[in-house]
């Protein structure tokens, strides 16, 4: 037979065994949990990255297309200018 205080201590470790193999368990979860993550991290980094190399190239188009509208807008403008006078000339 064993004593009591014996029994007692085995009885503790195997707790403390069942204890640590849940956390080794709760260990593994977690590590590929944050394994997850961290792909789901780079994957989102690299849409950023494309969608900020996209986000410049719009920009850069809608510049060039502002700047052509602003030119083409000047030359109408001083071409409108133009039939105004001509009409006033011809009113006189």
């Not at 470790?13 to 789901?40: F, W």
Request: net charge negative; proline share 1%.
């Amino acid at each position: 037979m064993v004593p009591e205080s014996l029994q007692k201590l085995l009885e503790q470790v195997d707790k403390l065994v069942e204890m640590v193999a849940k956390l080794k368990e709760e260990k593994q979860t977690l590590q590929d949990k944050l394994a997850e993550t961290e792909k789901e991290l780079i994957e989102s980094k690299s849409r950023i990255e494309e969608l900020s190399l996209e986000n410049q190239r719009l920009k850069e188009t809608l510049e060039t297309e502002l700047s052509s509208y602003k030119e083409e807008r000047e030359i109408l403008s001083s071409k409108l200018s133009e039939v105004f006078e001509k009409l006033k000339r011809l009113e006189e």
